[in-house]
């Protein structure tokens, strides 16, 4: 799949590729927005999450310190001793007056534990026989709900136990437990129930900010408050919910909730936060931040329309411009419009115009220069045809001259003009470029021939090569040059004789020529340079470096010519090929022959 994406992607033109890329920078870039404000808001959210629940534990404290003087409050009156013995002595009386003079007193004693207290509304007392005394507010329990309180009372055999009503009663349940100096009987004498002030006891304790609401819940009923401020779904769903924090909406509004259950009496304190007016700067600066986002968006999308329209349309424009060249109609090209802005930019685009500018100037130059070149060559052909003529008109010149020569009885004239034809046949025939040894002394010989008739017996030449070596392959032209060489510099500068030799022998795989004069000699510096070439020789033949040069090329680097001299003594060329005896063919096509 990601190979298909790819390929697909490299299809694309540029223009699209751009778009794309931009697009996705863009994308990745607000998705990564999103992901470190998601994580603000969680962090927000955990600080809020523990501010709150430090209030409701706080809140949770003081309320639960309150009941639990609540508590101890029941525990002082059912151990009240006068309303043990009240009691005790209200089951043993069989007067109906005097059970009522027994009430009254319980009741007054009720009072008085209850005028002490501003968290009690009321607090009532049941006897064994059901009669109801109670103290404080008048409104009582409702004698429906007596017998599950009393119940409830049994149950905890004497410990205190808390009761919430449907309308958000609050009231802590006791059973008198008969008890007579150090000895318990615990005989059940009554019950007593104490309705809790909850509403005054969780104003008193928690400081309400606005908009906020704490609800108090025992699991099945709320305690507090009696009228809800929100709607029974979005407490329910704040009561119930998987994390302890996290955001209610309503139909109007939104809440933060934040909820801790108590481990002493298992309630669960529910704390409920405006979330839009709490969060309206930090919703305010997302709104603001996703806005600024989406015109930054547009923005980049447009610029990257401009950017790659400025890329792709010159590049198109150049397109255009290589496939008038691949149909070959140069002539096209002058008729397309240029661009000013285009050709003149220093970028990219501007320097590949340019310079693909400048090779179809070279491409015009290139094929004029060629067409003129045709012309020269179609002229030099019929020049050359026309010239063919010239070296049989000079080899039948030389030919009447050697036959005059021979008729006037001048041998040494026959001589030089068969020399001359021989030297001449082998210079202009350069079909084989590699020659057996043999044919190339016959050169050689043809040259001195020629020098003699100048010279006469102040050239002295001799040949020392084994007849096994004749068959041995060389460079045509080879030996003749440094035989000229020579004489150039050996024999024209002295008035006495001067000996030029040529030997060769044989060592291994191998074959040595060397070409040797008396003459002046070179100095070492003079050799050095020479090797250099930085020395400008008088000859206008074959020099020295083409000679090494056709050698290298012809057997390989480890053969060649080195030049051996001392002044005034005599000067050595050394030449060095391999024996190839019976190799002519393979010589020859190895160098192109």
């Keep these: 799949m990601l190979a298909r994406f790819k390929s697909a992607y490299i299809n694309l033109g540029i223009h699209r590729q751009m778009l794309l890329l931009i697009s996705a920078l863009m994308l990745g870039s607000f998705a990564s927005y999103l992901l470190v404000l998601n994580m603000v808001y969680n962090t927000y959210d955990n600080q809020m999450y523990e501010k709150t629940s430090e209030l409701l534990n706080m809140s949770s404290f003081e309320i639960e310190n309150q009941l639990k003087d609540m508590e101890n409050l029941s525990f002082r009156v059912v151990t009240d001793e006068q309303l043990q013995r009240y009691l005790f002595q209200l089951q043993q009386e069989t007067s109906i007056y005097e059970k009522n003079v027994i009430r009254k007193k319980i009741t007054n004693r009720l009072v008085a534990f209850a005028g002490s207290e501003k968290f009690v509304y009321s607090m009532l007392a049941l006897d064994r026989e059901g009669e109801l005394m109670f103290a404080g507010n008048r409104e009582g329990v409702p004698a429906g709900m007596r017998p599950e309180l009393i119940r409830l009372a049994q149950q905890h055999s004497g410990s205190n136990a808390w009761y919430a009503g449907d309308k958000g009663e609050l009231i802590a349940v006791r059973q008198f437990k008969q008890f007579s100096g150090s000895t318990f009987t615990l005989h059940d ?143 096209q090209l002058g008729e397309l419009p240029a661009d000013p802005a285009t050709t003149r930019a220093q970028n990219e685009v501007g320097l590949l115009h340019r310079t693909f500018n400048r090779m179809l100037r070279r491409i015009r130059e290139l094929i004029d220069e060629n067409y003129a070149k045709q012309l020269v060559i179609r002229e030099t052909e019929l020049k050359a045809l026309q010239a063919q003529i010239d070296p049989h008109f000079l080899y039948n010149t030389l030919e009447s001259i050697n036959w005059m020569a021979k008729m006037n009885k001048q041998p040494e004239i026959s001589r030089m003009v068969e020399a001359l034809g021989f030297l001449l046949r082998s210079s202009v025939n350069m079909t084989d470029k590699v020659i057996r040894l043999e044919d190339e002394l016959d050169i050689v010989r043809s040259y001195v021939t020629i020098q003699r008739m100048r010279f006469e017996e102040r050239l002295n030449f001799m040949i020392e090569v084994p007849p096994e070596l004749g068959d041995t392959l060389i460079p045509k032209l080879t030996l003749q040059p440094l035989v000229e060489n020579a004489i150039h510099y050996a024999l024209e500068p002295k008035i006495e004789a001067c000996h030029i030799r040529i030997r060769a022998w044989r060592e291994q795989d191998a074959v040595h020529i060397v070409v040797e004069d008396d003459g002046p000699g070179m100095t070492v510096e003079f050799l050095e340079r020479l090797h250099q070439g930085q020395v400008q020789t008088r000859g206008k033949g074959i020099g020295l470096t083409n000679i090494i040069e056709r050698i290298r090329l012809t057997f390989g680097s480890d053969y060649g010519l080195q030049i051996q001299s001392e002044p005034d003594v005599c000067t050595a060329f050394h030449i060095r090929i391999p024996y190839n005896k019976g190799e002519l063919y393979d010589v020859q096509s190895a160098v192109g022959g």
């Design 189 to 331: 004498l009554g019950t007593i129930m104490i309705r809790v002030r909850i509403d005054r006891i969780v104003q008193e304790q928690v400081e309400s900010s606005s908009g906020s609401q704490l609800i108090i819940s025992d699991g099945g009923k709320i305690l507090y408050p009696e009228q809800l401020p929100l709607s029974r779904t979005i407490i329910d769903e704040g009561l119930g919910g998987s994390k302890p924090y996290g955001v209610i909406a309503g139909n109007s509004e939104s809440y933060f909730s934040a909820r801790i259950q108590s481990p002493y009496t298992g309630w669960t304190y529910l704390h409920m936060t405006p979330f839009d007016s709490m969060f309206q700067r930090v919703i305010w600066i997302k709104q603001l931040v996703t806005f600024v986002f989406i015109g930054i968006f547009l923005l980049a999308l447009l610029l990257g329309t401009k950017l790659s329209r400025s890329i792709t349309h010159p590049m198109e424009r150049l397109l255009q411009k290589m496939r008038t060249v691949e149909t070959g109609n140069l002539d």
